[in-house]
């Protein structure tokens, strides 16, 4: 009986070669048992195989939607930090200072003087009244103080 099983997992696999096909295809007309054993094992043999599939079709679809969820969530942690960036490049790296010293016009002709207070300690960029922009780097003064 067990070598019946081997020979008909050996026959639905097609590990037999053509003469040992063709003697157990005789052999299984001759045997009702050996028919009945066949069919039974090529439904278990088949219901194996559709359960497989379905385990590996829902294994597929899980890995698919964990990776778009990861994608989608990877891609808000990027968008967010670069907001971060941006809003810390904005407001700590570059400091724009605007005036602070009245807007009377001076005398002789020429634009009003302007105050600007410079950390020394961090980039620093002035934009005058005029529209004159000018970007000082961290240090490029000399100062016992950080402010000047």
Same mark, same amino acid.
């Given at each position: ?44 043999? $088949? ?14 679809? $899980?890995?698919?939607?964990?990776? $778009? ?72 003064? $000399? ?6």
């Amino acid at each position: 009986m067990d070598n019946n099983y081997l020979q008909i997992d050996r026959y639905l696999q097609g590990d037999m070669s053509s003469e040992e096909q063709l003697a157990f295809e005789h052999q299984m007309a001759n045997d009702k048992a050996l028919q009945q054993a066949f069919h039974l094992q090529a439904q278990i043999s $088949k219901a194996a195989t559709a359960a497989g599939l379905k385990n590996e079709f829902a294994r597929a679809i $899980k890995q698919r939607t964990l990776i $778009k969820q990861l994608w989608r969530w990877g891609l808000l942690a990027v968008v967010l930090a670069a907001a971060v960036l941006v809003y810390l490049e904005r407001d700590y790296l570059f400091h724009t200072y605007h005036v602070e010293s009245s807007s009377k016009a001076s005398t002789n002709g020429l634009p009003a003087a302007e105050l600007f207070n410079i950390n020394t300690a961090q980039d620093t960029i002035i934009e005058t009244r005029e529209g004159l922009v000018l970007a000082i780097p961290a240090h490029a003064f $000399k100062s016992d103080k950080d402010d000047i």
